[in-house]
């Protein structure tokens, strides 16, 4: 079963410009991560963030989580072609053996 | 580039065949994981290993289905009696011991049962 759930299911921005993308999840987390997906290079993990951490920057990503609303968002900043990908969020359960559940994730196309 | 590897990349099968795929994880790594994935969707947890003990296995997963990890290395998932509801993307990722949220994924075996 899908916990999270990504929005929008697909974007298409300039390249240079700035790409957000929302996950929302359903139950009590440890910390949630957001990976990439393309062709290329399958999945690859991009960032976590901990259930007690609001904010934190890798790069050109900054990734917010609130808890109380059970959301969180990508973004990136200063588009590259090469960004052009599926975003999903993973969630890990509470008491499980770090099973991660996954949302369906955000189609991005950087347009040159 | 020891990353997770996959074998093979791409398998096509008869409905009602068997087959095996292969996940040779990132070598310190002692958990390894089973996904399944379809087209516009995200992965679907199919089972976890923690070194050779298997530890979880979702409900979803019919009894066609078997994994293993003799000696807590790599690891084989079995597919008996194949059908077309089957047939999809199967990702195998590692995790280390100290970043146990943290998974690394290999690229994965497309089947196709015709």
């Known amino acids: 079963s899908q916990q999270g759930e990504e929005d929008p299911q697909a974007l298409s921005i300039q390249e240079g410009e700035n790409a957000t993308m929302n996950c929302s999840y359903k139950t009590s987390i440890n910390n949630l991560q957001w990976y990439r997906q393309n062709s290329g290079r399958g999945l690859v993990h991009l960032i976590l963030i901990r259930s007690n951490e609001r904010e934190k920057h890798s790069g050109r990503l900054r990734v917010t989580l609130d808890t109380s609303k059970k959301s969180s968002s990508l973004l990136i900043t200063a588009s590259r072609a090469a960004d052009t990908a599926s975003y999903f969020c993973?969630?890990?359960?509470?008491?499980?053996?770090?099973?991660?559940?996954w949302g369906a994730g955000t189609k991005l196309i950087i347009k040159p | 580039d020891t990353g997770v590897s996959q074998d093979p990349r791409h398998k096509i099968t008869k409905r009602g065949q068997n087959v095996t795929f292969r996940c040779d994880p990132i070598s310190e790594h002692n958990r390894l994981y089973w996904y399944r994935q379809t087209l516009g969707q995200g992965p679907e947890f199919l089972t976890y290993f923690q070194n050779e003990a298997q530890l979880e296995k979702s409900r979803l997963l019919s009894d066609r289905f078997s994994a293993e990890r003799p000696k807590g290395s790599f690891s084989t998932l079995e597919i008996q009696r194949t059908e077309q509801g089957d047939s999809a993307m199967y990702l195998c990722?590692?995790?280390?011991?100290?970043?146990?949220?943290?998974?690394?994924f290999g690229p994965g075996t497309r089947l196709t049962v015709t």
């Open positions: 993973a969630t890990d359960v509470r008491d499980s053996n770090y099973q991660l559940i």
């Open positions: 990722a590692s995790s280390s011991p100290t970043g146990i949220y943290e998974q690394y």
